[in-house]
């Protein structure tokens, strides 16, 4: 096999095994390859080496990775679990759980994530916008401090 043809099971490898427990892989888009319209997939892993004209997204029960090569473009939404970033994307992102932007990544577009992992290089042009994990009481039932007199 050829190194191109290597390139993007390179990739993915370092983006599964350099991130915590990902799900296994289901879907590749190779370099090259242009997708129009919504993609939608049930979980598991999605591994974007091309263009996507349309929206990215996860609607099953099951966990979710999207991994964004170097060389790829998505216009339009990403919305998974997990997602990992080291290409270029013009639109909103939204990982449910862990967000991680490599040196390379280009967002345009607001990012929201209940856990971010950035590293030096990559851009934002959009609103950060964290999940807050919900809490279990409202301040209104929360013991009153005592006062020490």
């Known amino acids: 096999m050829g190194a191109a043809f290597l390139r993007p099971y390179l990739f993915l490898e370092r983006c599964v095994f350099e991130s915590k427990k990902q799900p296994p892989l289901h879907s590749l888009i190779g370099e090259g390859s242009t997708f129009s ?5 049930p979980g598991g892993t999605l591994q974007i080496e091309g263009q996507v004209r349309g929206d990215v997204v996860a609607t099953g029960e099951r966990p979710s990775l999207v991994c964004v090569g170097e060389k790829a473009l998505i216009t339009g939404k990403i919305h998974a679990t997990h997602v990992v970033i080291n290409g270029r994307v013009m639109g909103p992102v939204h990982a449910d759980g862990l967000l991680e932007l490599k040196s390379k990544a280009a967002i345009v577009g607001s990012v929201t994530y209940q856990a971010l992992e950035m590293q030096q ?29």
Do not use: N, Y
């Open 121 to 149: 290089g990559a851009t934002i042009e959009g609103e950060l916008q964290p999940i807050h994990a919900k809490v279990s009481e409202s301040p209104s039932k929360m013991p009153a401090l005592a006062h020490s007199p």
């Open 37 to 41: 319209g919504e993609l939608r997939f």
